[in-house]
């Protein structure tokens, strides 16, 4: 199938999904289980066969800039409908599916330098494969802690606005966002530590400020737990703390690329 017919039937399907859930926002439908899962699933497979055909190429993997981010596009919507199964995360469709749907369309539309990593680099790929995941779950967290933020605001100042009338009890609110930090850290560390053994130079030119950056947000978001579970951090604190140590993760992994790539044209 050809790139522009998947690129196409993703777009059309995420816009779908997006205007269901902001029906839903508004009060002009009913949420639906097994609706939201079959549009999030069907354009979940034209995204991932987009991927295939874009960023698995001849001899290896494109992991440039924008390849990047249809990929970890793809990894944010995936998790997001297995939790959506069992959790009450559907306020953060309205957000994943247009990032989705745009990483789709800046990876088509602009050209940026391969880099390329070979397919027989298994400790390379399984570095990778747990960053990529790693900062997939961490974007759900910042998005997640934007709500709660928002959330907090409004209810102090007695504001029954739309958003708090969709959205899931505070309490709730904040055990899913310690829930998605607790997860995102495992991951950050398995990273880290597959990187020490397969990166020969973990500090090496190109590689050493997204090292500084990664040990940093881990540093945060560390932090953040232990001061939930001894100072009983949450609302506002947390969202501070997560969009914090989010923002320093986006640094380590865009930040290298983005010089690299978009501004110095190096690929690998």
């Known amino acids: 199938m050809g790139t522009l017919i998947l690129a196409v039937t993703a777009l059309f399907l995420y816009s779908v999904g997006t205007a269901l859930q902001a029906l839903h926002f508004r009060g002009k439908v009913q949420s639906n289980l097994a609706v939201t899962t079959l549009i999030g699933v069907l354009a979940l497979i034209g995204h991932g066969l987009l991927i295939a055909q874009t960023v698995h190429l001849d001899g290896g993997f494109d992991f440039s800039f924008f390849k990047s981010s249809v990929l970890i596009s793809w990894l944010i919507v995936f998790l997001l409908l297995g939790l959506n199964l069992n959790k009450p995360v559907q306020s953060l469709f309205i957000a994943a599916y247009p990032i989705a749907a745009l990483t789709i369309v800046m990876a088509l539309v602009t050209h940026t330098p391969s880099r390329l990593v070979p397919e027989e680099s298994y400790g390379m790929l399984s570095h990778i494969a747990l960053s990529v995941t790693a900062y997939s779950l961490f974007s759900l967290a910042a998005l997640q802690a934007v709500l709660l933020y928002v959330q907090n605001r409004q209810l102090k100042r007695n504001y029954n606005s739309l958003l708090v009338r969709n959205l899931p009890p505070l309490q709730t609110m904040e055990s899913l966002l310690f829930e998605m930090v607790w ?86």
């Not at 950050?188 to 590689?207: K, N, R």
């Not at 947000?217 to 737990?225: A, R, W």
């Open 183 to 268: 997860a995102g850290v495992v991951l950050l560390v398995l990273a880290i530590v597959t990187g020490a053994l397969f990166i020969e130079d973990l500090f090496a030119q190109d590689l050493a400020h997204k090292t500084i950056f990664s040990l940093l947000s881990l540093l945060v978001f560390v932090g953040l737990l232990v001061g939930r579970y001894t100072k009983g951090w949450r609302g506002i604190t947390a969202s501070r703390w997560t969009l914090a140590g989010c923002a320093l993760l986006m640094l380590a992994f865009y930040g290298s690329k983005f010089v690299l790539e978009l501004v110095f044209h190096r690929g690998l």
